[in-house]
Nanobody, 124 residues
């Protein structure tokens, strides 16, 4: 059974930085695309970023491009989301997700395992 456990969320001021981590159980972590999504209060869950199996390709939502950086350490079965210049509109529960073995995707339906989420709150 695959488990994804996010950590690193918290309450910060606008302009601050946070790094989220997602530790994955299971085998062959480096065989799977990983992604981050987020859900703000009263809104649908939305794509944030995705990273290819070996970390060579990354993609971002326009709203976070240039501020967030996704990375992974396959030796540690962990994916990270470095978030800089945080804004109040970044306030959300952040989820990591494990996808398939090939193409990176911004679509929730392409991800099969999800973590429980970690809260990020950014105050102005």
């Amino acid at each position: 059974q695959v488990q994804l456990v996010e950590s690193g969320g918290g309450s910060v001021q606008a302009g601050d930085s946070l790094t989220l981590s997602c530790a994955a159980s299971g085998r062959n972590f480096n065989s799977y695309v990983m992604a981050w999504f987020r859900q703000a209060p009263g809104k649908e869950r939305e794509f944030v970023s995705t990273i290819s199996r070996l970390g060579r390709n990354t993609y971002y939502a326009d709203s976070v491009k240039g501020r967030f950086t996704v990375s992974r350490d396959n030796a540690k079965n962990t994916v990270y989301l470095q978030m800089n210049s945080l804004k109040p509109e970044d306030t959300a529960v952040y989820y990591c997700a494990r996808g398939g073995t090939y193409s990176e995707s911004p679509h929730e339906s392409d991800y099969y395992y999800w973590g429980q989420g970690t809260q990020v709150t950014v105050s102005s």
